[in-house]
């Protein structure tokens, strides 16, 4: 892709109207573009990051044996009403077909994956198995904010786990559990702690909440010296104010706020009972599965990495996520000779599937790198007449899980395509 015909609009300096830093990094960025308030378009470099994040998750969820379905987004009301949800839900989203049928646009999809794995199960022995979708959801919200922390449309990842026994419950849920620290480390988020917490509006008794530790968080936590956290029904209980003690070590707590990103809950039978979903036990009894679910905000995942990661010059994505690897920057020459190579550099990253980003425009040095640090390649390559002059050219790092103080800070001409390759496996870990 050449710069000059990305369809994004960066902005380099203030921006006006945002909240917190990390909705700031997406207008400046061009990540984001409101089309209307709580709705927001995802620009192609926005939609890269994102789709990234899924595809980390998709590996993360297959690698605990999830089995990824699409489920409509608009579903008939009946379902709903099966268990009660239709009436009892507030955010619900409700409208009337020409045929005067009623439905709901899902804000979670317990229902129709329940409806799905009734007409699959028949036997114990297909048990467990836990199916996941990454899709478009709508929660009819009072309020919105912080760009992508908030919004009444969003993207995320829904997983439904059914199981015999409690105890194979919990062993999966331990397994999926573990899976959402690899994906938040592998976004390049650090501040991820988990905290147990109510299960609101989904039924079932044990669940976990994964936050992002941030003072822009509108949820607030307690964190404990010995390990112990939890959300503000702490503060609940304990009759608020800002001396919470722990129920575990009886030390006082650090109150923190928190963006939340992930949730995971063990349901029980509140679905399948309702919903009379059965198989035959292995004692030829029929018996009623028992279910998990697990939900990331994708979104959300974008918009915390930005709260979290950034300078005062622009976001800072880690390899995995980037929207590019590389930026290859060609400097205006007078002998006219920076450009072609630079183009050269890009023609072959690009034949060796390198999601590359060419920025030859005839503009100042300092607007391209103040422009490359709002895209953020984390590999920048610099063609300039001084570094073509020593057969070199310059690399800059910026990524946000890997120390590249150690790493070279220009490539010879000849082997820049091959360096660049090597890097880019380091900096993704590999
Ligand atoms: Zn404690």
Redesign the pocket.
């Known amino acids: 892709m050449r710069i000059e015909n990305l369809c994004v609009k960066r902005q380099i300096g203030d921006v006006a109207g945002a909240t917190t830093r990390g909705h700031k990094m997406a207008i400046k960025g061009g990540y984001i573009y409101q089309t209307f308030q709580g709705g927001y378009t995802l620009t192609p470099t926005g939609w890269r990051v994102v789709h990234k994040i899924e595809n980390i998750i998709r590996d993360e969820m297959d690698s605990v044996d999830g089995q990824e379905i699409l489920m409509p987004v608009v579903c008939t009301a009946d379902l709903w009403r099966e268990t009660g949800r239709y009436d009892a839900m507030a955010v619900l989203a409700k409208f009337k077909g020409s045929s005067g049928a009623d439905y709901v646009i899902c804000p979670t999809h317990e229902e129709v994956v329940t409806d799905y794995a009734r007409s699959v199960i028949g036997s114990y022995r297909q048990l467990p198995f836990m199916l996941y979708q990454i899709q478009t959801k709508f929660r009819d919200e009072l309020r919105v904010r912080a760009g992508l922390i908030r919004t009444r449309e969003f993207i995320m990842k829904d997983g439904y786990s059914f199981h015999e026994t409690q105890e194979d419950l919990e062993r999966y849920y331990k397994l999926c559990f573990d899976a959402y620290y690899r994906i938040f480390r592998r976004c390049g988020l650090k501040n991820i702690v988990d905290v147990m917490s109510s299960t609101g509006d989904m039924g079932g008794a044990v669940a976990h909440e994964f936050q992002l530790v941030n003072e822009m968080g509108e949820d607030t936590l307690y964190i ?3 390990g ?1 956290r939890a959300n503000k029904e702490l503060e609940d209980q304990q009759g608020g104010g800002e001396n919470a003690v ?1 129920p ?2 009886g ?1 006082p707590m650090q109150k923190v706020r928190g963006i939340e990103i992930g949730n995971i809950f063990q349901l029980g039978k509140k679905y399948t009972d309702s919903m009379h979903m059965t198989y035959t036990a292995a004692d030829g009894t029929e018996k009623t599965p028992i279910m998990g679910c697990y939900g990331i905000g994708v979104g959300r995942t974008m918009a915390a990495i930005l709260e979290e990661s950034a300078d005062d010059n622009g976001p800072i994505w880690n390899m995995e996520t980037a929207p590019f690897a590389v930026e290859v920057i060609g400097l205006v020459d007078k002998e006219n000779k920076t450009l072609p190579m630079a183009e050269k550099i890009y023609n072959e990253l690009k034949g060796a599937g390198v999601e590359v980003l060419l920025d030859t425009r005839d503009i100042r040095a300092g607007e391209k790198f103040a422009d490359a640090d709002l895209i953020a390649a984390p590999i920048r390559l610099i063609v300039s007449e001084k570094n073509l002059s020593r057969n070199v050219v310059e690399v800059k790092y910026r990524v946000n899980d890997f120390d590249t103080t150690a790493m070279p800070t220009e490539f010879k001409i000849e082997t820049c395509v091959a360096d660049t390759l090597t890097t880019i496996q380091k900096l993704l870990h590999k």
């Open positions: 404990c010296d010995c112990f722990c575990k070590c030390k």
